[in-house]
């Protein structure tokens, strides 16, 4: 007999990155389900803005995903505010373009402890809680950059691939933990209408996704407990369509479908903003030159998810 999907009105959810894009559509999204709902940005007067467009108790807190006791401090938030958590979304990300010779240091830092440490830092923390009460679920927000490498977001790629890896690898931890009431989902967004996705040219055959379809998925994950969520689809087919072939024929495939370049060609004047402000994505760092200063010369980007 096939498993009841689970209803998940009453739930709490926690949404990182959760002031815009996705996480904001997430946000929307899991109000719709009747969950009560708690969103972490760096910005936490745009957070407190959009908890207020969105109504229904949404909870606006601070965080840095980057530093440990920033995260501690908003789970502790989130659960003094609304109770346990029973959905955890690590979905806080940015992506700066560029030739990885020519990468600024300190753009590429950024990516590594917002889109790895940063899903690892959430992980640690509210994990132990999801294990003592074997209840809740982690979603781990990655892209089909973490499936496959794309040229101009090097750094980006291997971050993703990271998460991948990792929510696997704590999938299995789970099991030989016996904590079966966790579950885990990985989400793998194509390119998505946001400010991170802004200026990339899409493959042949592929629509550009809005956020919503990507919440839409993240809440049918939830309900499932899905751990592969493809958006679209369609796109884990065409990844195990290829994974077949030689890797020369996968190649020639992704060149004839322009899926080589979707990073590589991407419209710098359209993403300048975006950049700016995803290199303040992390107050520890002091920008450099970096990212957009970069790209004007030779080509650069970025965003958060």
Same mark, same amino acid.
């Given at each position: 007999?096939?498993?009841?999907?689970k209803i998940l009105t009453g739930?709490?959810?926690?949404?990182?990155?959760?002031?815009?894009?996705?996480?904001?559509?997430?946000a929307?999204?899991?109000?719709?389900q009747?969950m009560?709902?708690?969103i972490?940005?760096l910005?936490?007067?745009?957070?407190q803005?959009?908890?207020?467009?969105?109504?229904?108790?949404?909870?606006?807190?601070?965080?840095?995903?980057?530093?440990?006791a920033?995260?501690?401090r908003?789970?502790?938030g989130?659960?003094?505010?609304?109770?346990?958590?029973?959905?955890?979304?690590?979905?806080a990300?940015?992506?700066?373009?560029s030739?990885?010779?020519?990468?600024?240091d300190d753009a590429a830092r950024?990516m590594?402890?917002?889109?790895?440490?940063?899903?690892?830092f959430g992980?640690?923390?509210?994990l132990?809680r999801m294990?003592?009460?074997?209840?809740?679920?982690?979603?781990?927000?990655?892209?089909?950059a973490?499936k496959?490498?794309?040229?101009?977001?090097?750094?980006?790629?291997a971050?993703?691939f990271?998460?991948?890896?990792?929510t696997?690898a704590?999938?299995?931890?789970?099991r030989?933990?016996g904590?079966?009431?966790?579950?885990l989902s990985?989400?793998?967004?194509?390119?998505v209408q946001t400010?991170l996705? *802004?200026?990339? +040219?899409?493959? &042949?055959?592929? =629509?550009?996704?809005? %956020?919503?379809?990507? /919440? #839409?998925?993240?809440?049918?994950?939830?309900?499932?407990?899905?751990?592969?969520?493809?958006?679209?689809k369609?796109?884990?087919?065409?990844y195990?369509?290829?994974?077949?072939l030689p890797?020369k *024929?996968?190649e +020639?495939i992704? &060149?004839?479908m =322009?899926a080589?370049r %979707?990073l590589?060609? /991407? #419209?710098?004047?359209?993403?300048r903003d975006?950049?700016l402000?995803?290199?303040?994505?992390?107050?520890q760092?002091?920008?450099?030159?970096?990212?957009?200063?970069?790209?004007d010369a030779e080509?650069d980007g970025?965003?958060?998810e």
């Amino acid at each position: 007999m096939a498993k009841q999907p689970k209803i998940l009105t009453g739930q709490v959810a926690a949404i990182t990155g959760g002031a815009r894009g996705i996480g904001r559509a997430m946000a929307d999204a899991f109000l719709r389900q009747g969950m009560r709902v708690a969103i972490g940005d760096l910005d936490l007067a745009v957070a407190q803005q959009t908890a207020q467009e969105l109504g229904r108790g949404t909870v606006a807190l601070e965080l840095n995903v980057t530093d440990r006791a920033s995260v501690e401090r908003f789970v502790d938030g989130v659960e003094a505010a609304l109770g346990p958590i029973d959905v955890y979304v690590n979905n806080a990300g940015i992506m700066t373009l560029s030739p990885l010779v020519s990468e600024d240091d300190d753009a590429a830092r950024r990516m590594v402890d917002v889109n790895l440490h940063g899903v690892l830092f959430g992980m640690k923390v509210v994990l132990p809680r999801m294990i003592e009460r074997n209840r809740g679920h982690v979603v781990n927000v990655a892209s089909q950059a973490g499936k496959f490498g794309f040229a101009g977001g090097a750094t980006y790629c291997a971050t993703k691939f990271a998460v991948v890896g990792l929510t696997e690898a704590m999938r299995g931890e789970l099991r030989l933990m016996g904590a079966d009431g966790v579950a885990l989902s990985v989400v793998m967004p194509a390119i998505v209408q946001t400010e991170l996705g *802004g200026g990339l +040219a899409n493959p &042949r055959g592929q =629509k550009e996704l809005t %956020p919503e379809e990507v /919440a #839409d998925a993240t809440v049918e994950a939830l309900r499932t407990e899905r751990f592969d969520v493809w958006v679209p689809k369609s796109n884990a087919g065409v990844y195990v369509a290829t994974g077949v072939l030689p890797r020369k *024929g996968r190649e +020639a495939i992704g &060149r004839a479908m =322009k899926a080589d370049r %979707p990073l590589w060609n /991407a #419209d710098l004047a359209t993403r300048r903003d975006y950049e700016l402000r995803a290199a303040r994505a992390e107050p520890q760092l002091v920008a450099g030159a970096g990212a957009s200063a970069d790209r004007d010369a030779e080509g650069d980007g970025a965003e958060a998810e």
